[in-house]
């Protein structure tokens, strides 16, 4: 059982690399190069923070009740869910122009 532990927290640390790596480039291009307001940034990184815990807390309770494989499974499934839910929160939730400028 430690070492379905340890997979699981390798796979959701490795998880929470990409989330923040693809929202930290994304938000600095945007910054530096589109010339978006600094302000913006710790918002949209609070909403990659919550999804990530979302994400990691269905990981681990799935892991807890399902055969290593299923939970593996399930949890990808829940994954790329995380990635549209993100997007639509930021499309709809009116970020944008804490983003773009003088909104």
Do not use: I, K, N
Not at 27 to 56: K, N, Q
């Amino acid at each position: 059982m430690p070492e379905v532990r340890g997979q699981l927290a390798r796979r959701m640390a490795w998880e929470a690399l990409a989330w923040y790596s693809v929202a930290g480039l994304f938000l600095a291009a945007y910054v530096g190069l589109l010339g978006g307001r600094p302000a913006g940034v710790l918002p949209h990184l609070r909403l990659v923070t919550e999804a990530v815990l979302v994400l990691a807390a269905l990981r681990v309770a799935l892991s807890a009740v399902l055969p290593p494989r299923a939970a593996s499974v399930m949890s990808t499934g829940y994954r790329g869910g995380g990635f549209r839910g993100v997007g639509r929160l930021l499309r709809a939730g009116g970020h944008e122009p804490a983003l773009v400028g003088d909104a």
